[in-house]
């Protein structure tokens, strides 16, 4: 199985502070990278596909970068509803993986 | 606009069968594949296998083949995950997703598996 490694694990960030996430994966999984936002007691939130494709009707300060195994999710000027956990998944080769998730937290 | 809705909560008791419905609108249900994930309480997210609606074929993960069935009903634009011989550890929240970069999910249902 392919592991996602994500990292950090948290994070402590400021309104305002740009952040960014990373995510490894054991092997190359070319561009097939997703993220998404959980929020506590809901359904995670596809944010972003194929690494670098933004989901419709996601904020444009989300960003998805990287191809291969090293990938990195942005977010520019924090707003107060994107604090929560994010995973990255790959969907290269089966089963599908998760990273273990990076809670972003107000500072 | 696209929208999944799932089952709601169920207890069940050790080695005992769930069976979670899904039912979705708004798109065309045969056109995408549904995948069904899991997440235990303070966990993180684990995927189980998917199903092709339109053809009804299957892929199931290794670590649930052999306890999970996914089926489908296209009439009613709905699929349904079993996982049979419950433990405590199959207690979690059961989504499905639509596609494979699960684009669109359900609310999740709540599976508790106790004595």
């Known amino acids: 199985d392919i592991q996602m490694t994500q990292s950090p694990s948290s994070l402590s960030a400021s309104v305002g502070d740009r952040v960014t996430i990373t995510c490894r994966a054991s092997?190359?999984?070319?561009?097939?990278l997703a993220w998404f936002q959980q929020k506590p007691g809901k359904a995670p939130k596809s944010l972003i596909y194929?690494?670098?494709n933004l989901q419709s009707g996601v904020p444009s300060n989300f960003s998805g970068s990287g191809s291969g195994t090293d990938f990195t999710l942005s977010i520019s000027s924090l707003q107060p509803e994107d604090f929560a956990t994010y995973y990255c998944?790959?969907?290269?080769?089966?089963?599908?993986?998760f990273g273990q998730g990076t809670k972003l937290e107000i500072k | 606009q696209v929208q999944v809705v799932q089952s709601g909560a169920e207890v069940k008791k050790p080695g005992a069968s769930v069976k979670v419905s899904c039912k979705a609108s708004?798109?065309?249900?045969?056109?995408?594949?549904m995948h069904w994930v899991r997440q235990a309480p303070g966990q993180g997210l684990e995927w189980m296998g998917w199903?092709?609606?339109?053809?009804?074929?299957?892929n199931y993960a290794q670590k649930f083949q052999g306890r999970v069935t996914m089926t489908r009903d296209t009439s009613i634009s709905t699929a349904y995950m079993e996982l049979n011989s419950l433990t405590s550890d199959d207690t979690a929240v059961y989504y499905c997703a639509r596609s494979s970069s699960l684009d669109y999910w359900g609310q999740g249902t709540l599976v508790t598996v106790s004595s």
């Open positions: 199903i092709n609606p339109n053809s009804g074929g299957t």
């Open positions: 092997q190359a999984i070319n561009h097939y």
């Open positions: 708004g798109y065309t249900f045969t056109g995408y594949y």
């Open positions: 194929d690494a670098s």
């Open positions: 998944q790959q969907y290269n080769s089966y089963p599908y993986t």
